[in-house]
């Protein structure tokens, strides 16, 4: 969400604020609560039970005056996001393929956390018989982001300074929202913490992007006043495999910033080869950003 203050609000402003902001505004992004916000609203303890309410209903504040009743939270997400696809898109920029547009946005919350071009869901939609050019693709995913809706993560190249303008990432600005799109009983675990990830890091006011080192991908590269930050997402390093691709891609980093791998491993060892490891209530509760 964004708020802006404009010249044309002048009238809610004092003369000399009026004066000075005359043609121009003040943008101030506002998140869905945090973790640590979403458990004192709701007066609970920061344990795995409160993580998974949170993974589930997202940190939308109103959730706060329906006592944790689950068919009134999701009766009530849905709902949201249905005004939000038919008063913030559909009727502001007149759209008449709303059919499309649910199809997209549902495509998203599918794909969260893959790597996604406006060729590849005009593909996707040829295979269905949905004929649509990737230009209208990217007409309605901007429609979604300036919707705050969803965000776009851009891709860099580690080693160098290049920012690929193709083959984003996108993620939503709150999980509850996600989650209704793709049904409740269908939530994977591993896009979620992606997304939590995420939403966490843009709430402690990191740039985020996703991080390329050869073939191999960093899930996010998160920059804040000079620093970086690299972590990788996992559901469960249930494999040697796995172990060997999480933090094996971070290894393959040369400079000497922070590196983690965040998984909901239960007993997990906390540092492989200097690259801690989180649980992600433990990244999201205690880890300093």
Known sequence: MHICISGSNANLLSGELATFLSGRYIEIEVYSLSFQEFISFHKLKANKESLKKYMTWGGLPFLHNLNQEEDQIFD??????????????????????????????????????NVISAKKISDYL?????KMSPQIVLNYLDYLKQAMLIYNVKRTEINGKKIFEINEKFYFEDLGLMNSLIGFSN???????????????????????????????????????????????????????????????????????????VSLDEYAPKNVKGIRHLHLLDFLSSFEL
Do not use: M
């Not at 709902?79 to 998203?108: C, G, P, V, W």
């Not at 040829?126 to 949905?130: C, E, G, P, T, V």
């Not at 006011?205 to 080192?213: F, M, P, Q, S, T």
């Not at 997402?233 to 060997?244: F, G, N, R, T």
């Open 187 to 261: 939530i994977d675990l591993s896009r979620i913490i992606e997304n939590v990830i995420y939403i966490h890091l843009r709430i402690n006011n990191y740039e985020v992007y996703i991080g390329k080192i050869g073939e191999k991908e960093i899930d996010f590269v998160a920059t804040k006043n000079g620093n970086k930050l690299y972590i990788q997402a996992s559901y469960l390093i249930a494999s040697e495999s796995i172990k060997d691709r999480e933090f094996g891609n971070l290894l393959e980093i040369e400079d000497n910033y922070p590196k983690l791998v």
């Open 76 to 113: 009530y997400l849905k709902n949201i996001k249905a005004t939000i696809l038919y008063k913030d898109i559909i009727s502001r920029f007149q759209i008449r393929n709303t059919h499309f547009l649910e199809n997209l946005i549902t495509y998203l919350a599918n794909n969260t956390g």
């Open 126 to 130: 040829k295979s269905q018989q949905i």
